[in-house]
């Protein structure tokens, strides 16, 4: 496979798995009380987790559904997937320069 279509794939398994795991707290935060305020670990778990809903609530106003969160979820983790696949493969394939 060449060395783009594997960035591609790479970034696209990330985005994909950015987006489940968006559905996933959407769902949890959905089934909860909300009337129970979460634990501290949970609302640490889910900024850590979920950055493309957190930056994406910083640079823009208005209504945050589940959809824009999710989608704002899997642009962030393609980028961080794509970054380190570019990272792995530099100091993979030249582990000498730094």
Known sequence: MKSATRMIVVAAVWAGVGY??????GLYWASIDPAAPP???????????????RIGSFL??????LQRASLENAAAFG?????????RRRFLTHPGSA
């Open 20 to 25: 489940l795991i968006s559905r996933g707290w």
């Open 39 to 53: 634990h501290d670990m949970v609302r640490l778990l889910e900024i850590v987790t979920v950055p493309g809903a």
């Open 60 to 65: 823009v106003d208005g209504p945050h559904g």
């Open 79 to 87: 980028l961080i997937g794509a970054t380190i696949h570019l990272l």
